[in-house]
């Protein structure tokens, strides 16, 4: 038996994973990465939760090379997943994806042209936008995606609209990294000034991170395939097989909120026995609080 929360359960539900650099065939990522066996995991616990998405978001570094094969290993693992769960699928481009084979293998498109997507769930807008710059490993969107994103924005959408970009428009520590990121965050601050978009979603960076674009949330998903070493000298660029997230985003009328979700899964018990859930479902709504929340 369970009983619903005191707070009003979010509009929205949506699963982000990034950086899944999938490589078809045999071969490790930098020589230590089983990339389908990380995403398999992460797509697992996302299942595994039980919750009701309204979407699952790739932020982008689809695959490590852009091979065709595994554009189509991608959807062949994804997209059950996301026609179980009910989930709409939105997938952008990252720096070391490339767009024609992305785009003749994810959209069925023989073009060079970014795939640049408006997806409205249950009035929740999504808008996905390549900020791969063809032939470099920074991001950033050209002219002509500005224009379009500016139409796309030009009338709200009934619940907002959730930006979904590869390059995280934040600051990251690592020197290395700055030299990669989102080219003129000013510009796309002043983009998305006074519009809808209530939140960013981003990756690229390998590390769950926070931050704002003005008043904008900013959420980056760490990788599904490996991690940043926060822990490693900020000079240096150290890989981790761990611990890999996702990240579980929910929004609600007046909030947008982000939880990192792990892969792996750790050794589990559980810290509030059923009894007790069984029990809190027959206490009345308005003394639950004082019943379960005082000291014993
Ligand atoms: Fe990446
Ligand atoms: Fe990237």
Known sequence: MVFTGSRPAPTHVIA????????????????????????????????GSGERFDAIVLSGDLTDSAQPEAYALLRQMVEPVAERLGAALIM???????????????????TDEPQDTVTVVNG?????????????????????????LARQLASPAEHGTILV???API??????????????????????????VRAILSGHLHVT??????????????GVSYVDDV??????????????????????????????????????WPSLSEAVVEFMATVPEEERRTVFSTKR
């Open 16 to 47: 982000h994973l990034s950086d899944m650099h999938l490589i078809a065939g045999p071969g490790l990522l930098q020589g230590h990465i089983d990339t389908v066996a990380k995403f398999r995991g992460a797509l697992e616990k996302v299942e």
């Open 92 to 110: 952008t481009g990252g720096n070391h994806d490339e767009r024609r084979p992305l785009a003749r293998e994810l959209y069925g498109r023989d």
């Open 124 to 148: 929740l807008r999504i808008i996905d936008i390549d900020s791969a710059v063809p032939g470099f490993h920074h991001g950033g969107f050209s002219d002509d995606q500005y224009d379009w």
């Open 165 to 167: 970009t590869h390059h």
């Open 171 to 196: 600051t990251y520590r690592s020197p290395v990294m700055q030299l990669l990121d989102f080219d003129d965050v000013e510009r796309l601050r002043s983009a998305l000034e006074g519009t809808d």
């Open 209 to 222: 991170s926070f931050g704002m674009l003005g008043a904008i949330p900013v959420f980056v998903a760490g």
């Open 231 to 268: 822990g490693a000298p900020r000079d240096l660029l150290m890989g981790v097989d761990g611990p890999q997230s996702w990240n579980l985003i929910e929004v609600h009328d007046d909030s947008v909120v982000g939880t990192v979700a792990p892969v792996e899964q750790h050794p589990t």
